[in-house]
Each structure stands twice: as C-alpha cells, then as structure tokens.
C-alpha cells in the first residue's frame, strides 16, 4: 500500500529565505505525488503534481517539487518565501487505485 | 474558474441522528471522492465514486456512512447514525478522467461536523 511521510511538523523560515517542505513516499509502481496547501478555515488547495517527465515540476503561487526517485523523496521549494505562504501543507501519493494518502502535513510560518 | 462547492459550511447535531452532506462536484468531472479531516490530524480518504458506483472505500467507510449521486449535479455523504468520532472536516473532491492517470482531485472547503 502507499504511504507519504511528513518529517517536520513544523518549519519556520524569515521572508525572503528559500523554504523547503520535505515528503517522501512509498508506493508500488509509478508514483502520482502531489501538494496541497490549506489556509487558515479553508479547503485544500492543489499546488503542483508530479506524474511523469521533468524532475522539477513548477506550480502556483511561485513553489516547486523536485522527485527523487532514488530518494524517494518529493520535497515543495520555493526560493523566497512570503508571510503570506504561512499555512499548512500537504504532500500526496496517488497509485493506479486512483485514492489519494496524505502525510500528517507540515505546518509553514514565514516570519517578517 | 470552476470549483467544487459544500453544503452546508458548519453542522451540528446529537449523536445517533443522520446527518447527509452535500456537494457540487465541478461540472465535466467524473470521478468523485470524500475525505475527512479530524481537527489537528492529517486527511483522510474515505470513498471514490465514478459511473454511479463506489470505486474503493477505505476501511472508515463502514456500513454507518453511504454515497449518493442523486441527481446529475450533487454528490451526497451521508452517515446515517453519527458518533462522537465524526466530528470532522469533511471534504469532497471531484477530478477529471484524463488518459493516463494524470488526474488532478479539486477540493471544496469543507464541512465542519459536530456531533454532541
């Protein structure tokens, strides 16, 4: 079965610093690997997916993810982070059974 | 930009009674899901739903809860003798059928449940 890990419940950077938000998966076959971010009293928000092709997949609001498949890793960068990128995010792995599972999300809070 | 709607936002309700939750899938989508979101834990997937039958259902989705597509527009959750344990977040998501499984799930913004 797939599963999707969180490490750090929570990062802090200042504004203006790169950011990175780690995740890493396990899955049996090609893995689908997305990122959602939740507001504050608000739904999930798709950010970006990974399917096949380039490692460096780019997304909203100015973030990114790259695969390693090696590592299976998939970890959301953005090169400079906003106050407003505070909220909490989270990474997704999707098999050909077509459900979705969540890591325990990660909580980002940019410092001004 | 098209979007998944809930309804209602916040509901309330005394545990054994039935509460039915409702969403607006976006419209050219064909798959359907349902999540819940217990307060400070992670999401988790509850049931898919394409071609008027259940797809998969996580092992959550007991025989208390039941899927609905009743109409071409509304997909309904409904959990028919809630528990303590139900208050949460529920999400409904919906996703286009794309060749090769690229398929990208929509959220709505949830419905908050409480069972007292």
């Known amino acids: 079965a797939q599963s999707v890990a969180q490490p750090e419940d929570q990062v802090n950077v200042a504004e203006g610093n790169p950011l990175t938000v780690k995740c890493t998966y396990s899955v049996s076959g090609n893995p689908y690997l997305f990122w959602y971010v939740q507001y504050p009293n608000r739904g999930l928000q798709f950010l970006l997916k990974y399917i096949t092709g380039d490692n460096l997949v780019k997304g909203s609001y100015g973030f990114e993810a790259e695969f390693n498949k090696s590592q299976t890793s998939f970890h959301l960068k953005k090169p400079s982070a906003l106050v407003s990128d505070s909220a909490l995010y989270f990474c997704?792995?999707?098999?050909?059974?077509?459900?979705?599972?969540f890591g325990a999300g990660t909580r980002l809070t940019v410092k001004p | 930009e098209p979007e998944v709607t809930q309804t209602p936002s916040h509901q309330v309700t005394q545990m054994g009674q039935e509460v039915i939750l409702r969403c607006v899938p976006i419209?050219?989508?064909?798959?359907f899901y349902w999540y819940r979101q217990i307060l400070g834990q992670k999401v988790e997937f509850l049931v898919s739903?394409?071609?008027?039958?259940?797809?998969?259902k996580s092992e959550i989705f007991d025989d208390q809860f039941s899927v609905e597509r009743p109409d071409g527009s509304n997909f309904t959750l409904k959990i028919r003798s809630t528990k303590l344990e139900d208050s949460a977040m529920y999400f409904c998501?919906?996703?286009?059928?794309?060749?090769?499984?690229?398929?990208?799930?929509?959220f709505g913004p949830g419905t908050r449940l409480l069972v007292l």
């Open positions: 998501a919906s996703s286009e059928l794309l060749a090769g499984g690229e398929e990208t799930q929509y």
């Open positions: 997704a792995v999707r098999d050909m059974d077509n459900d979705m599972r």
């Open positions: 739903f394409y071609n008027n039958e259940i797809s998969e």
């Open positions: 419209s050219n989508h064909l798959y």
